[in-house]
C-alpha cells in the first residue's frame, strides 16, 4: 500500500472511531480501505499538471455554435456512500438557447464522487444519441470526468469510461470542456433532484420545472461568445 493511501486510511479509521463513539454506525474495514484508495485517486486526477481539454472560467453560461447542441452534465452522492444515494442530471441546448432534452435519473447503488461523475457522462451519451443530436458540446464542471474521456481515468472509473468513449465515437462531432459550477447549476439542480424520485425522469423539448428559474437566468445572462 502507498505510504499516502494509508495515511489517509489511518485518517479515516479515526473519524469512523469517533463516529462510533458518538454512537453513529461505523463501516466496515474493507469499506474504508476501499474509500481511502479511491479518495486519493480523486486527489491525483484533480491535480493532474495539465489537461489535454481546454478550460474554461466562464462566469455565465454560454450558447453553443450554430447547429451545435450543449450538453451539460452532473452527478452528485445524495447521501452517505453506504447508502447507495446518488443522482444524475443532464441538460440540452441548442444553439438559440431553448432546452432540447433534460434528465434526471437515480443510481441506486453506492458510488463515490468520481464513480457518479463517469456514470453520469454515459448517461449523457445515451440520452442524447437516442434524441438524434449528434453533434454536441459536453460541458462538466469536473475536470476528472474530462480527463477520463482524454484517457487519464483511474481503475475504478475505467470500465465505464470505456463503454462511453465507444457511444461517444459514434456521433458526428464531440467536444469536451471544463466550464464553472455556475455554468452547470440547471445539471447540477437535476442531479439533486434524483432524491425525490424513484428512478428516472426525462423531458423532451421541454424545460424542467424543477429548473425553469435557472435556464431563464442563464439564458438572460449569456455570455458574450457562443462556445
Known amino acids: 500500500m502507498d505510504i499516502e493511501v494509508?495515511?489517509?486510511t489511518a485518517w479515516s479509521l479515526l473519524i469512523n472511531r469517533n463516529a462510533v463513539h458518538r454512537g453513529d454506525p461505523g463501516k466496515q474495514a474493507a469499506t474504508i480501505v476501499t474509500e481511502?484508495?479511491?479518495?486519493?485517486e480523486e486527489y491525483c486526477l484533480a491535480w493532474a499538471p495539465s489537461s489535454p481539454w481546454p478550460v474554461r472560467h466562464p462566469t455565465s453560461w454560454s450558447l453553443p455554435l450554430p447547429n451545435i447542441f450543449k450538453v451539460n452534465t452532473d452527478g452528485a452522492v445524495l447521501g452517505r456512500l453506504d447508502k447507495g444515494r446518488c443522482g444524475i442530471g443532464v441538460v440540452i441546448h441548442n444553439d438559440k438557447g431553448q432546452i432540447m432534452g433534460a434528465l434526471s435519473k437515480r443510481i441506486t447503488y453506492p458510488l463515490g464522487a468520481m464513480e457518479i461523475e463517469a456514470k453520469a457522462l454515459?448517461?449523457?451519451a445515451i440520452f442524447t444519441w437516442v434524441l438524434g443530436l449528434h453533434e454536441i458540446i459536453l460541458e462538466s464542471d469536473t475536470q476528472v470526468v474530462i480527463h477520463a474521456i482524454a484517457g487519464t481515468h483511474p481503475a475504478s472509473v475505467r470500465p465505464v469510461i470505456t463503454g462511453t468513449k465507444t457511444k461517444i465515437s459514434k456521433f458526428r462531432s464531440w467536444t469536451?470542456?471544463?466550464?464553472s459550477r455556475n455554468c452547470n447549476s440547471a445539471a447540477h439542480?437535476?442531479?439533486?433532484?434524483?432524491?425525490?424520485?424513484s428512478d428516472c425522469t426525462n423531458w423532451v423539448e421541454d424545460t424542467p420545472p424543477i429548473i425553469a428559474s435557472q435556464v431563464e437566468f442563464d439564458v438572460l445572462n449569456l455570455g458574450s461568445a457562443p462556445v
Open 36 to 40: 481511502a484508495s479511491r479518495h486519493m
Open 176 to 179: 469536451a470542456m471544463i466550464t
Open 6 to 8: 494509508l495515511a489517509v
Open 189 to 197: 439542480l437535476l442531479a439533486r433532484f434524483a432524491d425525490v424520485i
Open 122 to 124: 454515459d448517461c449523457m
